[in-house]
């Protein structure tokens, strides 16, 4: 059976990074669980700097769970609106915590047991800027947790005029990135 993570970003609970979630788990296979970043009180990394002596997160909190489910999830899912042409500060904030698997493979010289993973990344922003910043900011974290293969971004970057729900391209992505990650 599939196992999917996924990230939700947004501070919204019925915005545009919801109704696409909401669309995306009705169509994906197997279980999923859902890290809300804005709701699940995790603290980011302080840069204590344990995990260069040990392999993990000296942090107990709901990241220690998500840390868990990495080691044999199939995929990953990051949802998220734009802020400044980036994903957003709370995102980032928990994906700061996967920083014990760059010090467990760069200073500790030992690979993190990870799953190699498919990833799909969801953005939306209202129309301003760029959002390809954001895609690759997410890329390089993704990276970090053995994100080997992705799909096509689903992208609905003008949700000021449009809601990403009635975005008809970002939809039919959206329907292709949950057959990726079934198949
Ligand atoms: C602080 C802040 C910064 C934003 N920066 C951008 C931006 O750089 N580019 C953009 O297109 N939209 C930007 N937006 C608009 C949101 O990305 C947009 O409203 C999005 O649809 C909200 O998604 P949600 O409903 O899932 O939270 C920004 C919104 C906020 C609150």
């Avoid at 939700?8 to 197997?30: H, V, Y």
């Avoid at 030992?110 to 760029?130: D, H, M, Q, T």
């Avoid at 970090?144 to 391209?169: L, R, W």
């Avoid at 970002?170 to 057959?179: D, F, I, S």
Wanted: hydrophobic share 35%; with cysteine.
């Amino acid at each position: 059976m599939k196992k999917t993570l996924i990230f939700n970003g947004s501070p919204r609970s019925n915005g545009d990074t919801a109704s696409l979630l909401k669309i995306l788990t009705k169509n994906l296979d197997g279980e999923f669980k859902i890290v809300n970043c804005y709701k699940d009180k995790i603290s980011p990394c302080v840069d204590c700097r344990k995990c260069r002596e040990i392999d993990g997160c000296v942090i107990k909190d709901k990241m220690q769970e998500i840390y868990d489910y990495l080691i044999d999830c199939d995929n990953v899912v990051v949802a998220t609106p734009i802020y400044f042409s980036q994903p957003t500060g709370e995102f980032l904030n928990v994906a700061s915590r996967f920083q014990r698997y760059f010090s467990q493979s760069y200073f500790n010289k030992n690979k993190p047991n990870l799953k190699a993973k498919k990833g799909s990344i969801i953005l939306v922003g209202g129309g301003n800027g760029e959002w390809e910043p954001a895609l690759n900011t997410v890329k390089d974290i993704m990276k970090m947790i053995n994100v080997k293969e992705y799909s096509q971004p689903v992208v609905s970057h003008n949700t000021d005029n449009t809601p990403a729900i009635n975005d008809e391209n970002a939809v039919k992505t959206l329907l292709e990135t949950a057959e990726f990650l079934n198949k």
